[in-house]
């Protein structure tokens, strides 16, 4: 373990559309034909922000990145 909570980390939101006690069976549920698209969006805009995550380093992935709409569950790069 690195011994400390004071690194920066991607953070992706799932949102709230689940029955209460149900996170688990909505992220490792199956996705039905209507969520496809949306799931398929969301893991490029994903990739992007790793990439640039990786390759420009935070501060700038940080800037990049919180301008963009993830939509529901929205995805951000914290520093906290």
């Not at 373990?1 to 490792?28: C, E, S």
């Not at 209507?34 to 805009?45: H, T």
């Amino acid at each position: 373990t690195l011994g400390t909570t004071a690194y920066p980390r991607l953070r992706f939101g799932i949102g709230g559309n689940y029955p209460k006690g149900g996170q688990v069976d909505f992220v490792l549920g199956k996705w039905d034909a209507a969520e496809l698209p949306v799931v398929r969006e969301k893991i490029a805009a994903s990739t992007e922000v790793i990439e640039s995550f990786a390759v420009r380093g935070l501060a700038i992935a940080m800037n990049h990145v919180n301008k963009l709409d993830f939509g529901p569950g929205d995805s951000k790069i914290t520093n906290d």
